[in-house]
């Protein structure tokens, strides 16, 4: 049985092994997918020795940049990104053979295009973490919106929520939430915005799935602003995670 699996710390919220076991289930395919919750990335060779039939895993939070180094290859968009969330484990010349692919920007995309519309030039990214590199490189490169990043403590190049005012809310009507805030079962959380000034103008896209309505869209959509969870980025997401474990 080949195996496959999903690399983070904690890993109770995860989606992966939910989807993958019934698409193993449904298409009959011998194979099982294990959650790797790892307390630290000194443990991960061992994982992997400990596991040799293992083809691939996905990397969630807080992994997308630490297993970095542990990396043979990395795809173009990955290295770009600077953030991996799929692992490709093969062989080479007798030994393993680690690849590392970005699948979080394939399904951001596809799933955030069809709302778009032409004033959406700028977007305001919330949270500074490795979801939030493919997001950038998402709207960059591929859509072609700029983008600023929002930070809880001051850093260069980016701005606080409390910088947050009604002129770049004019500019700025894209905002991706890449943060854990409102995530389950910290329902009654949601980033510090200034929701009052939100219009229909606005698309707030949360990348938490769970609840399906966070407060973040709630009080966004309260405003008239159109609102989207991440439930359709996941599973674009595992779909691409698939292809380059099997290409």
Aim: charged share 25%.
């Amino acid at each position: 049985m080949t195996t496959y699996g999903l690399l983070g710390y904690p890993l109770g919220h995860s989606f992966s092994r939910r989807y993958f076991t019934e698409k193993f289930e449904s298409e009959s395919i011998d194979a099982e997918y294990l959650n790797f919750e790892l307390p630290s990335m000194d443990q991960y060779l061992t994982m992997l020795d400990e596991h040799p039939t293992l083809r691939g895993h996905n990397v969630t939070i807080p992994y997308k940049q630490q297993v970095i180094p542990f990396l043979d290859e990395m795809s173009d968009e990955a290295r770009a990104i600077g953030a991996v969330n799929v692992v490709k484990v093969s062989e080479r010349d007798g030994k393993r053979y680690l690849k590392g692919y970005n699948s979080d920007v394939i399904g951001f995309v596809d799933s955030i295009k069809p709302l778009l519309r032409p004033h959406h030039t700028k977007a305001l990214i919330l949270g500074t973490g490795g979801a939030s590199r493919a997001i950038r490189y998402g709207l960059e490169s591929k859509l072609g919106i700029e983008v600023l990043y929002v930070s809880r403590t001051p850093k260069e190049g980016m701005i606080t929520y409390a910088d947050i005012t009604a002129e770049i809310l004019k500019q700025y009507t894209v905002i991706v939430n890449c943060t854990p805030s409102g995530m389950y079962p910290h329902v009654d959380e949601c980033p510090d915005l200034p929701y009052e000034l939100m219009t229909s103008d606005h698309l707030l896209y949360d990348l938490v799935y769970n609840p399906e309505e966070t407060l973040f869209m709630r009080r966004g959509a309260e405003h008239g602003a159109t609102v989207k969870n991440g439930l359709e980025m996941l599973i674009g997401q595992a779909i691409a995670s698939w292809r380059f474990w099997n290409e």
